[in-house]
């Protein structure tokens, strides 16, 4: 019985870890569904409703809070593969998730857990083996961060944040050039060959 | 009685006993099972009394001596159940209709009625399944679901709202307490789907309600628009600015708006046409709206596009169009008071305040003014309703204007006669006499008529004319005449018409009618039209109009020119196609081919004809003078013949002068040819003759080579044939051709026979070049002779069957001639050569070069 339990435990333990076993039975809409909402929900705005929650919304600040983003950029995006271009969604969003993990953040922790959710029924959608979700990523060890409430803290998050929108503003676009069916999608996407060979011209360019 | 108290202190030992036993006030000596019983109605329900065992050896207790009491009613012992020693149970039916307690009991010493433990049932029900779940979303998180949860269960029961993603369970639900049938959640995220349903518990089980699917951005009620307002604009009476915020907490941006909007005293509103509405805004402009008018507007809105449900309406707010000046004057009248004397008179002047409709705004004065008598002009602003004047009695004008902040209403205009007003009327004028009745309260409708003081016949007559003049029917027209030429009622009009020596003939047409169609008309016709108009008291003619009916009706000339024209057109056509098949039986008749006997000369044909012709040898005989085109070659002339042969030359000028002649025998043969030459040549064409280089041209040439008629020709007769093949060196060389051309060589004749061949049949070049060589080597005075004798009887062969009397004479002579036995074998190879050509249809065909004998034939 025991030993019962905990095979039972662990299976429900792997499968919660890769996402792989929804509790009841909620089926993921189709593709196109999910394409429309990642769609709308890359266009959310954050960055406003905390600039006037903490009182940073001045232009000077605005500019503050603008710096290197250490989210992929649309020229990244746009020449993943889809499924590589949706993990790479999972695991940013995830990321950005453990470094807004505190009570103010609450909506938007549980937006980006509903992005998530998106992704990776779209990533069921397009491979079809069941193992379509990444795997969680590992709780980073996070620099210590600012007093909560405190200036410099408010300037960090306001960053992330920034990036966050930054990042997902690069997603929408990508998802844009993505058609109506999984067949038709990321029509303009280059092959590997060509976003190596620009990568390389990049380099000696720069 | 003593029994009693007996019964009761051993009662009460046993209780003091219980107690001191188990350290507290009451200990049971038994208890019940289930303790706290919940039993559904209308089921079976079985309690089991358990004593202690300390009681049963205390008190010589056994289970016999337990019985079941409900409330204060004994339990019938049928329904006991002895378990054993120390337990006992009772069966109840329907428990719910027994109600609580369940007490245990026991009889001590056979008398004593001792409770020993008491439970209460709960009697409820399990929860049904949930229904008719659904869900809002309030605002932009906020998403309260409702749902049915069924009858009641009298029991405790727990509701909990579950939802989850694809991908992850959320936190559930729970209501607040004493709510059964809602619950909010908070902070739901819109764009991706997620199931919810409800879980139902209580004691006696627990039941969950259908899932329900969603896109919670679709089931998004915003809260309504909020700090309506609403403004007028001074400049534009009729608009309204309705003003209001947008919710903050929403899940998107694109909103679009339902505006309705009705007078404060109506109840029906006005829905703005949605389409208008459809982007989001804060702020409308209403057009069209009535002056210094309360309206009240309500706004909701709803997601751009059509997700979710609309908002509440808004709290109403109300706004007043600005003043516009009034739309009508006042109505106006007045009455004269005759009281007065030395020449004067009071008239109260009184009038209507204007209906709110009509002043579209605050009413501040009334502007009277007074035209006539001794003071020209009286004006004077008044609030009140009504004014008396003192005036003289003379005639007046008074003009009544209401004024509001924007402006004055057009004037209302009231003539006001003098004291001693008589009507001047005139004969034969037209009056209008309009009566208005005059109650307490204003001005009645008033009512006119027009009336004369006696009629007389018009002064003149209307003028006719015609609008519209066919074969057999004309239309007048006219206009009625001014009132001041009536000079009474028009009673009716005659039409008087005739031709130029017929009579008169009249028509009476009723007043009101401005337009006749006189019908039937003779056609080419003159026609003399006149009108007279007739009151009461007689008539006068209009003068008098004239006018031609056509001979023909409108489309009468087309419908004869048309189908003439048509058929001269055909008849012509028919003509010209005919001309075109009968072409060469026209021509034939017409002109006649008559040959010209000065030019006839001898055509030779050679032995080898094209292939493409695909003529059999008995084809190549040309009967006399029956030449077709396509069967005739060209004539080739060496240009530098010339020089070096005088005779040659001449005979060559005849042939030219023949020209003409010879097409009618010969022509160029279509086709490709494998044959070329790009030197200047003379030909049956002017080109060639004119040295043009011929290679671009395809023709093979055969010479004519016999008499027309019987006749000899008097001329040396060349054959040649032009392609575009290259030419060999011997063809390209002058001198060979000089070899040629010289009578005294008769080489010239073998390597251009030789070229010919070669060129014709490409397979043979290299068989045949030997050949070539070989006859270079050949001397012989008459080579060209035998040449053309061998290709004169390679012709003949094909052309036996024709019979030619001269051309049997030519064999004889060639026969009794010039050619020895040592040129046999030479003649027998072009025979050959000449055999094989002409037997063989599919080889490309070969034209030997042919001269004739200076000034005369060669015999063959």
């Known amino acids: 019985m025991w030993a019962r339990l905990r095979l039972s435990s662990l299976f429900g333990l792997t499968c919660g870890l890769l996402w792989l076993c929804p509790a009841a039975g909620s089926t993921c809409p189709v593709y196109q569904t999910l394409l429309c909402q990642l769609k709308n929900m890359a266009k959310k705005d954050f960055l406003k409703a905390f600039m006037t929650d903490q009182g940073l919304n001045s232009p000077h600040l605005n500019e503050t809070c603008t710096g290197s983003s250490d989210f992929p950029v649309t020229e990244t995006l746009k020449d993943l593969p889809p499924v590589t271009f949706l993990q790479t969604v999972s695991q940013t969003v995830r990321l950005i998730e453990q470094k807004l993990n505190e009570p103010v953040f609450k909506r938007m922790h549980i937006y980006l857990q509903g992005i998530d959710n998106n992704v990776c029924c779209m990533l069921q959608a397009l491979l079809p083996a069941p193992a379509a979700c990444p795997a969680p990523a590992s709780r980073r060890t996070l620099s210590p961060t600012p007093t909560v409430g405190s200036f410099s803290w408010k300037l960090e998050r306001c960053k992330i944040i920034q990036s966050y929108q930054r990042f997902m503003e690069a997603v929408g676009k990508v998802l844009e050039t993505w058609g109506a069916s999984p067949g038709q999608r990321n029509r303009k996407r280059r092959s590997l060959l060509n976003v190596l060979l620009g990568q390389r011209r990049k380099v000696r360019a720069g | 009685m003593l029994a009693l108290w007996t019964w009761i202190v051993q009662a009460l030992f046993i209780f003091l006993t219980i107690d001191s036993v188990g350290g507290g006030l009451l200990k049971p000596c038994g208890h019940i099972i289930p303790e706290s019983p919940v039993v559904a109605p209308n089921t079976t329900f079985t309690a089991i009394c358990v004593l202690d065992e300390e009681c049963l050896s205390e008190h010589h207790l056994n289970a016999n001596q337990i019985f079941w009491k409900i409330k204060d009613t004994r339990v019938p012992k049928e329904q006991y159940t002895i378990l054993n020693r120390t337990a006992a149970s009772v069966t109840l039916e329907d428990v719910s209709s027994l109600g609580s307690p369940l007490t245990c009991n026991i009889l001590l010493y056979g008398q004593i009625e001792q409770n020993i433990y008491g439970i209460q049932i709960r009697v409820g029900w399990a929860p049904e399944k949930p229904k008719n779940l659904s869900c809002i979303v309030n605002g932009q998180s906020n998403m309260k679901c409702q749902w049915d949860p069924g009858k009641e269960t009298h029991l405790d029961t727990t509701y909990v709202l ?167 004057a006042p109505s106006f009248w007045y009455e004269i008071d005759p009281s ?299 240009a530098n013949e010339k020089k070096h042969l005088p005779e040659d030359l001449k005979s060559l000028d005849l042939f030219k002068k023949e020209k003409i002649t010879t097409e009618g025998h010969s022509s160029g043969i279509g086709g490709s040819s494998c044959m070329s030459s790009s030197r200047p040549s003379i030909s049956s064409n002017d080109e060639s003759e004119s040295g043009q280089n011929t290679s671009s041209t395809v023709q093979y040439s055969t010479v004519v080579h016999s008499g027309y008629r019987h006749q000899v020709p008097s001329v040396q007769v060349f054959s040649r044939s032009e392609s575009t093949q290259p030419l060999l060196d011997s063809e390209e060389r002058p001198e060979d051709l000089q070899i040629v051309e010289n009578g005294g060589s008769g080489d010239g004749a073998s390597p251009r026979q030789q070229y010919f061949k070669q060129n014709c049949n490409q397979d043979e070049i290299s068989p045949d070049l030997p050949h070539f060589e070989r006859s270079k080597q050949v001397s012989s005075v008459n080579e060209e002779d035998f040449v053309r004798l061998t290709q004169q009887q390679m012709s003949d062969q094909r052309s036996q069957s024709s019979g030619s009397g001269p051309m049997k004479d030519f064999e004889d002579i060639s026969a009794a001639d010039n050619f020895g036995a040592s040129n046999d074998g030479q003649i027998q190879r072009f025979e050959t050569i000449g055999l094989e050509a002409a037997t063989d249809e599919g080889m490309p065909k070969s034209y030997l070069p042919q001269t004739v004998r200076q000034g005369g034939y060669v015999p063959q």
């Open chain 2, 162 to 328: 579950k939802s989850e993603w694809p991908t992850r369970q959320l936190t559930d639900c729970i209501p607040p307490p004493n709510v059964n049938n809602s619950c909010t959640v908070d902070m739901v995220v819109v764009y991706v789907n997620m199931d919810v349903w409800v879980v139902a518990t209580n004691v006696l089980g627990n039941v969950s309600s259908d899932r329900i699917n969603f896109d919670p951005i679709d089931i998004v009620q915003l809260l309504p628009p909020y700090n309506v307002t609403v403004s007028n604009s001074k400049e534009i009476s009729s608009i309204l600015k309705v003003s209001w915020a947008n919710p903050v907490d929403k899940p998107f941006e694109g909103l679009k708006y339902n505006i309705r909007y009705r007078t404060k005293d109506a109840s029906d509103w006005t829905l703005i046409p949605p389409e208008d509405t459809a982007s989001t805004r804060d702020s409308f402009t209403v057009q069209y709206l009535k002056p210094f008018t309360e309206y009240v507007f309500s706004i909701r809105c709803m997601n751009r596009e059509g997700r979710g449900f609309w908002s509440n309406w808004s709290a109403e707010s109300s706004g007043v169009t600005y003043e516009a000046k009034p739309s009508n």
């Open chain 2, 340 to 638: 007065q004397g030395h020449g004067y008179r009071l008239v109260h002047l009184k009038w209507k305040t204007l209906p709110r409709s009509e002043a579209n705004g605050r009413i501040l004065d009334y502007e009277v003014t007074l035209r006539g008598g001794k003071t020209s002009h009286f004006s004077r602003l008044i609030n009140d309703t009504k004014m008396t004047l003192n005036i003289t009695n003379d005639p007046y004008v008074a003009s009544l204007k209401a004024r509001n902040i924007v402006g004055s209403s057009d004037p209302s205009t009231l003539t006001i006669p003098g004291h001693d007003f008589k009507a001047d009327l005139m004969e034969s004028k037209c009056y209008l006499i309009t009566v208005i009745p005059v109650y307490d309260d204003g001005p009645g409708s008033p009512q006119s008529v027009k009336a004369y003081l006696k009629q007389a016949p018009p002064s003149r007559g209307p003028f006719v004319r015609t609008k519209k003049v066919g074969k057999n029917e004309a239309v007048l027209v006219w206009e009625h005449l001014p009132i001041d030429d009536q000079n009474g009622f028009i009673r009716n009009y005659t039409i008087f018409y005739r031709t130029s020596s017929g009579n008169e003939t009249a028509v009476h047409v009723n007043s009101s009618h401005t337009e006749y169609t006189l019908s039937p008309l003779t056609s080419d016709t003159l026609y003399m039209v006149r009108m007279a108009a007739y009151t009461d008291e007689g008539g006068k003619d209009g003068p008098e109009f004239t006018f031609t009916t056509p001979k023909f009706a409108q489309g009468e000339i087309e419908a004869i020119v048309v189908p003439v024209c048509l058929a001269f057109l055909l008849t012509t056509l028919l003509g010209v196609l005919l001309c075109f098949n009968k072409l060469d039986l026209i021509k034939k008749h017409i002109w006649p081919n008559v040959p010209d006997p000065s030019k006839s000369h001898i055509a030779q044909w050679s032995p080898h004809t094209p292939t493409r012709h695909n003529l059999h040898p008995k084809d190549q005989m040309y009967p006399e003078g029956n030449f077709t085109d396509t069967d005739v070659s060209v004539v080739e002339i060496e």
